[in-house]
């Protein structure tokens, strides 16, 4: 795997400054991005808003925005299934009886897109390789109908009581949750009909919720994760049946996070992209180096331009069990 560091600018140097970033994360910016569009980057972080996903478990979505109008909250429709924008807040939008009811769970538009690229049918095994605080495993329930069978998987065992409070407060009667370490769950022997794999990452794209990543992350950082993700990535490859379907993503602008990882993985295994519905097309080129065509069909979200969090989403399907060879393998 090639990590990417570059020279300083003085570009970098002022923006870093301006705007409170590691200048490490400027100057990759400023690489990866072009300035212009690390300026937008920067400015669209800022304002982010906030959104919801309405529950269709608990309540139509008509009613929620009847209760939620009523209380004097603005809710406009996203181009995101069940997915709306809160646009006047007169109190938090997570204190309401709806909330407290799970009629609604507050999660980015970003967020959505994984498991709508999923799509789970109630008949599926669908197993959520990293799955607390379970936004995104309540959605594939709610996709499912409560119907078929979830295994959500959550390494950390202080973060698997919040998984399953958010599946009790949404209704979801389809899933057990389980503590283990998601690298090794192929060794269980269980094939799943579809996997989703939002892996654990650096999270240079949710800044505008956590400010302190500004200047909390190094490259270690993301040589640590992108390590880690190949080796869940691999684990959820093997567990998935031939012609099943893995989603993979991340919250992360680091191609060591995202592209890299999907071209290992496209190098190595018998798989292929699908495209998804919404997003710009990830990179497959980056500063001089090269990646698989195919890695176009995954999706970037930006800030700047879908006015979400900073994210990344790839939709994989298995073609067969064989491990390629390869350079590092021979």
Known sequence: MIFLDFPSTSFSKSIAEKHGYDELIIRRWERIFGRENTEKLIAGMERVPRYIRINTLKAEEDEVLRRLEKRAFEIVKTEVDYCYEVKEEPYSIGATPEYLMGYYYVMDKSSCIP?????????????????????????????????????AIEGKRERIQALIDNLHRMGVLNCITIHMNS????????????ILLDAPCTGEGIIHKDPSRKTSKSLEDIKFCS???????????????????????TCSLTPEENEFVVNWALERFEIHLEKIKYGEPALTEVAGIKLNSE????????????????????????????????????
């Not at 607390?132 to 329930?141: L, N, V």
């Not at 690298?183 to 799943?192: L, P």
Request: positive net charge.
């Open 295 to 330: 890695i176009k069909r995954a999706r970037r979200f930006y800030p700047h331009i879908h006015r979400c969090s900073g994210f990344f989403v790839a939709k994989i399907i298995k073609d067969g069990n064989q491990v390629r060879e390869t350079s590092s393998s021979k």
């Open 115 to 151: 498991p709508l690229a999923l799509e789970p049918e109630p008949s599926d095994l669908v197993v959520d390789f990293a799955s607390s605080p379970g936004g995104k495993t309540t959605m594939i329930a709610q996709l499912m109908r409560n119907r078929g069978k979830i295994i």
């Open 183 to 194: 690298a090794e769950f192929w060794k269980t022997g269980i094939k799943a009909d579809k």
């Open 227 to 249: 390590t880690l993700q190949t080796a869940l990535l691999e684990s959820a490859i093997k567990t998935l049946k031939v012609g099943g379907c893995l989603v993979y993503s």
